[in-house]
């Protein structure tokens, strides 16, 4: 993915999930069920960051942003521990 169609992703999971909040203000959708989408979406946008990151870092060294690679979800989540 470019560096564009990463921060339409982002953009895009950021208002799902505010739709999301929406829905659970409204009474249409349950507590459990906003729990899980949001930490769905938390991974996917923790990843989608992840990737522009490395894009970002391999251009400011002059390296092809291209080879940079999304990592697993679990790699991504589990930076701090």
Do not use: F
Request: proline share 2%; with cysteine; net charge negative.
């Amino acid at each position: 993915m470019r560096d564009d169609e990463i921060l339409t992703r982002i953009s895009s999971l950021v208002t799902e999930e505010h739709e999301l909040r929406d829905r659970l203000s409204a009474g249409k959708v349950t507590t459990d069920e906003e729990h899980t989408r949001i930490k769905e979406l938390e991974t996917a946008l923790d990843r989608c960051w992840d990737l522009l990151r490395q894009r970002r870092a391999r251009r400011s060294v002059g390296e092809n942003p291209d080879d940079a690679a999304a990592r697993p979800a679990d790699e991504v989540e589990n930076y701090r521990q």
